[in-house]
């Protein structure tokens, strides 16, 4: 499945532990903007439905699109624009929404008054970066109607378990990920290893997408740089399923620069104009 991103607001209020060295804030500091301030993106707010010059939709049917990655989808500032996002989501039915949160105890009165038992084509990320939150969200995430359920433990900075939660056989994936940018919050190898063995025994499947800047294995503390990040959370084999036995680093695309392989998303459209020339 491809994938791409869609921001509709940018911008977000830190709201627990986890948002201490928000990235967001990070990268809008970096070009002199304040991350505080939210803003609905007018460019792209309705990107879903954007469509080319042959009238072809620029997000191909079967994309994953993750949303609002620089803000929180449930966001209260959000209100007033979430309903035409639902709107756009019910529209394009072709397309899965990762949708994402912190926000877990609002969510319930933030859902479409049509949302029934769930759209079937938006995946629930809860995320939770310590047990204490863990314990907070994940039952609210396991109690409201949703069709698709999934727990990501990013940036984890102590240790958790969901061995409880897995075994409502509801959640279908957990991701862990480490401190990035500004952050030098330790991850862990041993967290990670409890919570993929967690997944193992409970049949779930298990994505450790990156190491953080600072990670611990054998009472050893290695500084990480971001393009490794990915590479060395797969060549740790904590994975279910384990498909990146032989992934090696690779460069950056050069048409978007946006990852570090081109995954042949052509979402940006560049790597599409250069084929076609
Ligand atoms: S909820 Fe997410 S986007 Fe918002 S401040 Fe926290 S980490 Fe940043």
């Known amino acids: ?26 990268l809008d500091k970096q070009r002199d903007k304040d991350g505080s301030k939210i803003y609905k ?7 879903p439905l954007k469509k080319d010059k042959n009238g072809e939709y620029k997000i191909k049917s079967g994309t994953l699109v993750h949303v609002c990655m620089t803000s929180d989808f449930f966001l209260d500032e959000a209100d007033e624009w979430r309903e035409e996002v639902w709107n756009i989501i019910k529209k ?54 949703f069709k698709r359920r999934v727990v990501m433990c990013a940036p984890m900075i102590s240790e958790i378990t969901l061995d409880k939660y897995l075994k409502s056989n509801k959640i279908e994936q957990v991701l862990v990920d480490g401190e990035n940018y500004d952050g030098n919050r330790p991850l862990h190898y041993e967290w990670v290893e409890k919570l993929y063995n967690e997944c193992k025994n409970n049949n779930v499947k298990f994505n450790f997408i990156g190491t953080g800047n600072y990670f611990v294995k054998d009472k050893k503390t290695y500084h990480i740089i971001k393009a490794y990040q990915g590479v060395m959370a797969r060549r740790s084999h904590l994975q279910l399923p384990d498909e990146n036995k032989n992934l090696k680093l690779q460069p950056k695309c050069l048409n978007c620069k946006r990852n570090n392989s081109c995954n042949g998303c052509t979402w940006c459209m560049k790597c599409v104009k250069k084929n076609n020339n």
């Not at 532990?17 to 990235?23: A, R, S, V």
């Not at 993106?41 to 990107?47: A, G, Q």
């Not at 995946?123 to 907070?136: G, L």
């Open 92 to 145: 394009r039915n072709d397309l899965t929404f990762w949708l994402q949160t912190k926000r877990a105890n609002v969510v319930k009165d933030k859902l479409p008054s049509d949302w029934g038992v769930g759209y079937n084509n938006v995946i629930m990320c809860f995320t939770a970066e310590n047990q204490i939150r863990a314990d907070e969200r994940v039952p609210i995430l396991l109690d409201l109607p």
């Open 1 to 26: 499945m491809l994938d791409c991103i869609w921001n509709p607001w940018h911008g977000c209020k830190k709201y627990s532990e986890g948002c201490l060295n928000c990235y967001m804030y990070y």
């Open 41 to 47: 993106v007018k460019t792209n707010f309705d990107l």
